[in-house]
């Protein structure tokens, strides 16, 4: 599946939506960090890696909501460095912005823009989307390569449209997805027909950020290329 994934829910649910992957080096990329996350990361073993990336789509509380936590957690129990990984320099201002909030010293990690790892074999692209009006323009998803495939995780969104062009045959696709509340997440039954022509096109669809895991798994249970996204 490329990503493990620590959480599949959407905003209120329980386990909010993150995943990870390993990278050469030692290092281990996360992407968003939600409360849940860093709860699980405490019980992971996380001794093989020397160092951590973690991309931010955008900073809703379900998605960075324990970034701060986790900044302190590495430097003060793990010591090792945590580079904080945001997709616009926007969106690294209210990162810091919020860490100055929780009395998170700057020197604790670096907070830097995707420039900076796009030397990485992992990165790809991050890509803008639509998805809250008081986010607008801060709201993005990733483009990256990981065990040898491509793969578009797009954050939160409304719309598939920004991601099309990376979707090559072979893609692996990580998706918002709603059961129930469209809106600013992208409504499963209306994207439905889109993700098929997907799959013609040869890409594996994979649903997170889910309000209703059991109802969404029933909806696409009759298309193999369609698939809920399975926890680490
Ligand atoms: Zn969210
Ligand atoms: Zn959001």
């Not at 030692?26 to 860093?38: L, R």
């Amino acid at each position: 599946m490329a990503l493990k994934f620590l959480g599949r829910g959407s905003g209120f649910a329980d386990e909010h939506t993150s995943a990870y992957f390993s990278a050469e080096n030692k290092e281990m990329v996360i992407i968003d960090c939600p409360v849940s996350t860093f709860q699980k990361l405490k019980h992971i073993d996380l001794s093989d890696y020397e160092k951590f990336y973690v991309l931010i789509t955008h900073t809703h509380g379900d998605h960075i909501g324990g970034l701060g936590l986790f900044v302190q957690y590495a430097f003060f129990v793990l010591h090792k460095p945590v580079i904080v990984v945001a997709p616009s320099t926007a969106v690294a201002e209210d990162i810091a912005t919020v860490f100055a909030i929780e009395g998170n010293e700057p020197s604790w990690c670096e907070l830097v823009n995707v420039a900076n790892v796009e030397e990485k074999a992992w990165f790809g692209d991050c890509v803008l989307t639509e998805h809250s009006p008081q986010l607008a323009n801060k709201c993005f998803g990733y483009h990256l390569t990981v065990d040898g495939t491509n793969v578009v995780y797009t954050g939160d969104t409304s719309t598939i449209v920004p991601f099309l062009p990376y979707l090559v045959d072979g893609s692996i696709l990580y998706v918002d997805t709603s059961v129930y509340y469209g809106m600013i997440h992208l409504k499963l039954e209306d994207a439905l027909d889109d993700f098929l022509a997907l799959n013609r096109r040869g890409v594996k669809v994979y649903l997170m950020h889910l309000d209703d895991v059991a109802a969404a798994e029933k909806i696409v249970a009759d298309y193999p290329d369609i698939e809920v996204v399975t926890l680490a």
